[in-house]
């Protein structure tokens, strides 16, 4: 195990991953990454593998569409011997009522003015691109091809093997257990496995953020909570893009192995760490999928898990240097987002701890944001 | 059943993978029952490792030679048995 490092990450998810991998690509050395569980333990292996652009902010807008344009070329710059299974046939977001279509058309707008191709549909053109749509409950949709499927697993295995010929040391189950400060700075990590000198951290923690914040004394705004997801047997492709609904409350996908993965959020599940599984997801799931996707309802779920959403005040990403610990960067509170936004992550971090000018204004996903702030611009558009 | 080619022998049914597909997954440092899975989808297929979690378990003690008992099982989640989406509504309705 390394007793010195440049840069310390904490967390060995998507983001982690992302991270470790940008700042190796840009020439850093002596680069730590330690990860409690294993790889993708957390929010990364347990998400629903979809890759959106239709967003509700300009940040996210910017984030998401930066971030699909890497992952169109990944395979190829982290020269992966796997397969990450980027398929882009969109994303058909459906409206249950004129509310949300009056919702759903400006949100398009925002996109279209940022150069993501996303387009409103009637419910006729919504069922020629998924045939068995269930258009008796909707409204309208909107639809952006270019949105689509990413393997969690497989996209994170290449950060890692990419970070790792550059000489990224990674550690898993390797749990930090402190981080020591000395007037103020950081000096290193304590682990389960011994002490690292550094005076740089990164906290990609996800689901456990919060608790790696108040490591160096930061009360970061952030809680996590429990999303229930499922899978069913593999079948004959049916089904080519993602099929979310806010209103509804469900996504749903065919992922290129042939498996249905759909899952929905409780807003009423306790804030914390808990990922169970519960029969009251099952039912809600089970009667939502049969009415907006009727033939779904054929396939048997083969397993189901829960996974942490990291929330923030405004549900925007929190990139960002720390004001009052020096040396402390901060990539959480991704609201359910972090896996299709990893590739700006990695860069943005990456050049605040470089000093190098940002790819994109970084104020509304500072820390600070939230410092005695109305929100300002709140997502909605989340499952 | 040492002579036979790791390329002959499925480890794994519901998704096709080999015990030489473990060999490489070994190599390449991968060690755990959780890794394998996420690499190449080894039990996570409708048996949901009941067929092949056995054997997995047993070549990651042999590979690494360490005790049957360090070599950790995968995470047990629901279900046991597939069952179709709609009879969960039918049930839950009644």
Known sequence: MMTKADVVIIGGGISGASIAYHLAEAGVKNIVVLEKQYMTYGATG???????????????????????????????????????????????IVASDAKETET?????????????????????????????????????????PTDGHLNPFTMTDAFFKAAKRLGVHYYDHTAVTDITMKS???????????????????????????????????????????????????????????????????YCQQTPHGAFIMGRGDKDAPKGHDMGSSWQFLEAMAKTVSELLPPVGELRVIRQWG????????????????????????????????????????????????????????????????????????????? | MDHMNPKDIIICRCSDVTLFDLFELFEQGYRSFE???????????????????????????????IPLEEALFHNLRPFTLGIKLKHIKEGSDT
Not at chain 1, 125 to 130: C, D, R
Not at chain 1, 353 to 380: K, N, Y
Not at chain 2, 35 to 62: D, F, H, S, Y
Request: charged share 20%.
């Open chain 1, 307 to 383: 996974g942490l959403y990291n929330m923030s005040p405004d549900h925007q990403p929190i990139i960002s240097a720390s004001r009052d610990v020096p040396g402390f960067y901060i990539a959480c509170g991704f609201s359910g987002h972090g896996f299709m936004l990893a590739p700006m992550t990695g860069l943005l971090i990456r050049e605040m701890i470089l000093g190098q000018t940002p790819s994109m204004p970084l104020e509304a996903l500072s820390l600070e944001r939230f410092e005695g702030q109305e929100i300002e611009e709140l997502e909605t558009s989340v499952v």
């Open chain 2, 35 to 65: 890794e394998l899975k996420r690499i190449k989808r080894v039990g996570m297929g409708p048996c949901q490792a009941n067929t092949c979690g056995k054997m997995v378990q047993w070549e990651i003690a042999k590979y690494f030679k």
């Open chain 1, 104 to 144: 759903f058309a400006a949100n398009v707008a925002l996109q279209n003015s940022f150069g993501i191709p996303a387009r409103m549909c009637t419910k006729e053109e919504a069922q020629e691109i998924v045939p068995h749509l269930n258009t008796d409950v909707i409204h309208s949709a909107a639809f952006c």
């Open chain 1, 184 to 250: 103020g700075k950081i000096t290193g990590v304590m682990t389960e496995r011994g002490f690292i000198e550094t005076d740089t951290v990164v906290n990609a923690a996800g689901g456990w953020a919060k608790e790696v914040g108040a490591m160096v004394g930061l009360d970061i705004p952030v809680y996590s909570r429990n999303h229930e997801i499922l899978v069913t047997e593999p079948i004959e492709k049916i089904q080519g893009p993602m099929v979310i609904s806010f209103s509804k409350n469900i």
């Open chain 1, 46 to 92: 347990r998400c629903g593998a979809g890759v959106r652009q239709q967003w509700g902010t300009k940040m996210n807008c910017l984030l998401a569409k930066k971030s699909v344009a890497f992952f169109e070329k990944a395979q190829s710059i982290l020269d992966y011997d796997g397969d990450i299974e980027f398929k882009q046939e969109g994303y058909l």
